[in-house]
């Protein structure tokens, strides 16, 4: 018996606080075998500066609203730790802190970084004899987690900027007159899952996205130069889709040679600008870009109910799983059928899924490359269906969950480790 | 007794085909007095060319499902007529198509150059003593026609740009120890209408957004750079929307400092993502930036329903006066109270919507003008009410009309005007 904290960790998501929510609703459902439940602040900072809030004073209300709330409500960070000896003195913290606060259960919900430090996290609590659970749960819109199906929050960013190429397209489609060429960025640094989602939007030939690109397959600016000028001799408009991470055949990023900013200074401009610009200049075509950036990754107003479900769902297996007696194991996404689709949860151990990285299939992308194969519609297709009901308040705008934040009184001097 | 033609012109919205709706469905009420309802290709440029195509041959689910369609269904274009005697040759053209397809109703849907064209049109018909009703119905994003209370479309742009600075300012909240600075573009060229409508986001102080700029109020670098800092010390982060518009005070937009593309030719780059730069440059801080472009002025799935309504109730009341006799008028939205919201229907002369443009009032900003003020959130707070419903397919993504566009034959030679 002891109690637990919950942290986040990483870019948001629109669903992220959905796993938060199965978390916190199945803990709260416990409380003989766990008296407390903390939140951490800014993520694992907030557990290595002591910084802790109550979840228990938090309202039913203000918890079940977590499930139609974007970002991540508990707090989170980029706080990258290195090795276990490099960083020595933080993950010491780390359990020092659990023990001051009789924390028995860390659950934690982040990307494949994030599952590292959770990993090393239990690692050095079962080499100091300290009776700790700590589960992973799966969160990146990325989509690049290996071991699981797929990653709650890549469903939601797929629904809604699937939505708004189609919706952007028909914009390009009414002003091909004018305006014939539209690049949209979507996100993804290292893969093209985001990207090749929107493919989904596209049911006819001519609808949009007409061309998609993704960092798994090489750039070279020629041939894209050439399947613009097809698309648009053929269609008289040309509706891009370009994952921020697209390469060239040197593994450079393309975006990076927009590199000379306003100010002469080198910069890593967006890749859709880029392209925009060499589209005006090598072809004559006037061209205009999308970079939704953060607005794709927090838009609950559209997301996808079975991607929120599935979230929730991952956050209430992580706590039966540790009370079940599991630790130093994330909750995987396991699909069962494809039509109709059924998912399943499953373990897999945080140093597996720490060390990976899942590309986008080549075989999910058709024969040219640029757009996708039935492959990816297949395996694509369900994670977008559904829609999350939200609240509206009086004003006509969505109504978010916002926690109280009881402070949990410090135990611990403050932390003074290396570069803290 | 006559035929009709509808066109539309100019930027899409979200709800410009409501109005079209509205036009369609009142024509197709009236068959003993209007026999045939015309669509015109890619705008005023579809007349020009005599490139239309038969709306009676629509099914009704079709024509109803415009109501949940975004961007110019009919089609549209940017082609801008000049005075009646430099484009005599177009206007001419224009009243010959009507004369050959005995066209005697004009609906033309669009913002205040479109309102010019037709007033044009309507002043050579009556010169011409050629029987015709030329009906405006007004549209744009921007908000900035005069003789008008709001414009169909502002409302729809508002709920969702203002919804996205709510969700992308959770982001910015949550990550704020690693992405402490966002900035979000607006649409709006001359006016802040658009990005002061995001100021509805905001229900509490320290939420998003917290600095907006408009293009009515001079901007000054140094200005901006003290409210980033002042805003950044007070909160630890800062969320901040801008116009594309905004000018210096010397009237110069600050885009275009932005100049030097990645090719070295000058370049009118995107405001957001020079003041992106300008920040990390000047302050230290991180920042990244938002562009939603077209993505924002199509996005029906979150569209506003007062907004879409009253759309497709300027397109029937154009119809309906153009029965009665009117001519020569846009159908307007006139307040009558703020609280309750209620809107009625009036008319001006062409001649006025098209000569002006309605500025964002300094008082609609705070003493600062860098947030709205009350009289901003009585405005524009009952124009973003209410949800569209939309029609979502077995995919999960919506599904949007589409013509079947069964063209009409031609009856003149190809047009070969000046220019053309």
New interface residues.
Partial sequence: MGNAVVA?SG??T?VINSSACGVIEEVLRQRDTIPSLFGAN?GI?GIVQEDLFDLGAESTDTIALLRA?????V?????KLGGLEKDADKYQRLLAVFQAHNIRYFFYIGGNDSMDTADKVNRLAQKLSYDLRVMGVAKTIDNDLVATDHCPGYGSVA?FL???V???G??????Y??DPV?V?EAMGRNTGWIAAATG??R?DEHEAPHLIYVPEIPFSEERFLEDVREVHRRLGRVFIVVSEGVRNEQGQYVAA?????????R?L??VA??LR??IT?ETGLKA????????Q??????A?R?DSDEAYRCGQEAVRQALAGATGKMVTLVRTSDNPYQCATGLAPLAEVANGVKPLPRHYMDVAGTHIAEAMRSYA?PL????VPIR??M????V?ARFVRRPIARKLPPFVGRGS
Avoid: W
């Fill in positions: 986040q870019g948001p629109a800014n900072l709330t974007p970002s991540s409500a707090g989170s960070c980029r706080y629904k699937a939505t708004c189609m919706e952007a028909r914009d390009t489609e009414a002003m007159t004018f539209t949209t989904l939007a049911r040679q927009a590199e000379v900013d306003a100010f002469g200074h910069q401009g967006g600008d880029y610009q060499l200049r205009r870009y999308n970079k939704l950036d953060t607005c990754r927090n838009a609950i107003h559209f996808a079975t297709g977008v269906k559904g829609e509206i308040g004003d006509g705008l969505p978010f």
